[in-house]
């Protein structure tokens, strides 16, 4: 857990941790230089299972996060949020799936959303259970919650929080771990409760999470895709960023969006195409073609596709995959079709 000025949630985010049905375990917190009350309050608990380490000034969240890694000395590692909450479940069902799979390296859980006095609200932020779905879905974003993650320490010890950047640290680090050959899970259960408030970087910082996810999506394009030319790696860049980053705010949690978009992604990793551009478009063919598919007017509606909803134009995409759409829009104009 890495704090800075965590009041006032620290407290029960560190009581819902002591409170876990499994109980053998050290929690580690790193004081980023909090300047608040949160300092005292960690110092108020008198557990032996809890370590603080204090930082003399705020380093920010990616060498906060890399100093508690760091320091830990358990067989495996998770990761709370010092604003969040664990259900009593959480380290038991987690530690569970890893004993029981040991080529998993990572493991998350469900999110459920809750208010900033704690209400839950019943939106979830779900992920994909098998490994092949999860690293689809790392093409088009972080699908493995960092906060509730937890992970082989002989894994993510050596690779570390390393990002070049202050913010999507968790992605970066899963981006590192896929291309050297980790394995990834979701247990599709809520175990973890993430508190919703102004102060979120999610919320705060949003532009600079959006470049940093397009310059990690460059590094899993690159990593899987060596042989590609420079413009067709910057294609699937540019796809991945308007589908994820772009249109997340209205569409990135609704499951039908992302089973489109997915299919997709799935289709480019399974073939491994010399012409990225006709596999994006042989990927959206795998689904029904909807009467709205097509707008004329010299757009295409690829909200139906991709799950947006409105309409990107043609001029907006990469020279390459926009002559690609627009094949395919000519060969399946509604008026065409039985």
Same mark, same amino acid.
């Given at each position: 857990?890495?704090?800075?000025?965590?009041?006032?949630?620290?407290?029960?985010?560190?009581?819902?941790?002591?409170?876990?049905?499994?109980?053998?375990?050290?929690?580690?917190?790193?004081?980023?230089?909090?300047?608040?009350?949160?300092?005292?309050?960690?110092?108020?608990?008198?557990?032996?299972?809890?370590?603080?380490?204090?930082?003399?000034?705020?380093?920010?969240?990616?060498?906060?996060?890399?100093?508690?890694?760091?320091?830990?000395?358990?067989?495996?590692?998770?990761?709370?949020?010092?604003?969040?909450?664990?259900?009593?479940?959480?380290?038991?069902?987690?530690?569970?799936?890893?004993?029981?799979?040991?080529?998993?390296?990572?493991?998350?859980?469900?999110?459920?959303?809750?208010?900033?006095?704690?209400?839950?609200?019943?939106?979830?932020?779900?992920?994909?259970?098998?490994?092949?779905?999860?690293?689809?879905?790392?093409?088009?974003?972080?699908?493995?919650?960092?906060?509730?993650?937890?992970?082989?320490?002989?894994?993510?010890?050596?690779?570390?929080?390393?990002?070049?950047?202050?913010?999507?640290?968790?992605?970066?680090?899963?981006?590192?771990?896929?291309?050297?050959?980790?394995?990834?899970?979701?247990?599709?259960?809520?175990?973890?409760?993430?508190?919703?408030?102004?102060?979120?970087?999610?919320?705060?910082?949003?532009?600079?999470?959006?470049? #940093?996810?397009?310059?990690?999506?460059?590094? &899993?394009?690159?990593? /899987?895709?060596? !042989?590609?030319? =420079?413009?067709? %790696? $910057?294609?699937?860049?540019?796809?991945?960023?308007?589908?994820?980053?772009?249109?997340?705010?209205?569409?990135?949690?609704?499951?039908?969006?992302?089973?489109?978009?997915?299919?997709?992604?799935?289709?480019?990793?399974?073939?491994?195409?010399?012409?990225?551009?006709?596999?994006?478009?042989?990927?959206?063919?795998?689904?029904?073609?909807?009467?709205?598919?097509?707008?004329?007017?010299?757009?295409?509606?690829?909200?139906?596709?991709?799950?947006? #909803?409105?309409?990107?134009?043609?001029?907006? &995409?990469?020279?390459? /995959?926009?002559? !690609?759409?627009? =094949?395919?829009? %000519? $060969?399946?104009?509604?008026?065409?079709?039985?």
């Amino acid at each position: 857990m890495a704090v800075y000025n965590g009041e006032p949630f620290v407290a029960e985010a560190i009581q819902r941790v002591l409170d876990q049905s499994f109980g053998h375990f050290e929690l580690v917190i790193v004081d980023d230089g909090s300047t608040d009350e949160a300092p005292r309050t960690l110092m108020s608990f008198a557990d032996s299972r809890i370590r603080v380490i204090t930082l003399e000034s705020n380093v920010g969240r990616t060498l906060a996060f890399d100093r508690g890694l760091k320091e830990a000395k358990g067989e495996y590692v998770g990761f709370i949020g010092a604003d969040d909450v664990v259900l009593p479940n959480w380290l038991a069902a987690l530690l569970g799936v890893l004993d029981a799979d040991p080529k998993l390296d990572l493991v998350s859980c469900f999110m459920e959303r809750v208010t900033v006095e704690g209400r839950r609200t019943g939106e979830l932020v779900v992920g994909p259970e098998k490994h092949e779905d999860v690293v689809a879905g790392l093409l088009l974003g972080p699908n493995i919650s960092h906060g509730g993650a937890i992970g082989r320490a002989a894994v993510l010890v050596p690779a570390g929080f390393t990002s070049p950047r202050w913010v999507a640290e968790d992605y970066y680090l899963w981006a590192q771990l896929l291309l050297a050959g980790s394995r990834f899970s979701n247990v599709s259960e809520v175990f973890y409760l993430y508190r919703q408030h102004e102060r979120q970087v999610t919320r705060s910082e949003k532009p600079a999470m959006y470049e #940093a996810h397009r310059e990690i999506q460059g590094i &899993l394009v690159d990593g /899987l895709w060596p !042989s590609a030319t =420079a413009e067709e %790696r $910057a294609e699937i860049v540019e796809w991945l960023y308007w589908t994820f980053c772009v249109r997340q705010p209205s569409s990135v949690q609704d499951p039908m969006v992302m089973d489109r978009a997915l299919r997709v992604t799935r289709y480019l990793i399974e073939n491994r195409p010399d012409n990225v551009s006709e596999a994006v478009v042989q990927g959206w063919r795998q689904r029904t073609i909807d009467q709205d598919l097509i707008a004329w007017g010299g757009r295409v509606s690829i909200g139906p596709l991709l799950g947006a #909803a409105s309409e990107i134009p043609l001029r907006r &995409l990469p020279r390459v /995959l926009a002559r !690609s759409i627009g =094949a395919f829009a %000519r $060969a399946n104009r509604p008026d065409s079709r039985a």
